[in-house]
Nanobody, 114 residues
Framework: QVQLVESGGGLVQAGGSLRLSCAAS????????MGWYRQAPGKQRELVAA???????NYADSVKGRFTISRDNAKSTVYLQMNSLKPEDTAVYYC????????WGQGTQVTVSS
């Protein structure tokens, strides 16, 4: 059973924007700190943005000021608004839920052309 369903990836030109969505099961969403990670070819998976268990947010330095993580509790959905995209943002983006159990989404490809 798929617990996290991502959407919103695609191909965009540098300077453009995309919004990723991750719909979680209500049970997981209410018991987890949600976040986004990414993995570029040949590189390790890295944190992009995440909520802490206390509700604050953390961002990778490389995306600060360009990306915004948000959530809709009523929809059990977390979003990643990505603006001013750069070719180096190209990666597979994964939704992550961290609680007593860690869940990962299937990933969505984001490709930024120069």
């Amino acid at each position: 059973q798929v617990q996290l369903v991502e959407s919103g990836g695609g191909l965009v030109q540098a300077g453009g924007s995309l919004r990723l969505s991750c719909a979680a099961s209500r049970n997981i969403f209410s018991r987890s700190a949600m976040g986004w990670y990414r993995q570029a070819p040949g590189k390790q998976r890295e944190l992009v943005a995440a909520f802490t268990s206390g509700g604050s947010t953390n961002y990778a330095d490389s995306v600060k000021g360009r990306f915004t993580i948000s959530r809709d509790n009523a929809k059990s959905t977390v979003y990643l608004q990505m603006n001013s995209l750069k070719p180096e943002d190209t990666a597979v983006y994964y939704c992550n839920a961290r609680g007593l159990v860690i869940y990962w989404g299937q990933g969505t490809q984001v490709t930024v052309s120069s």
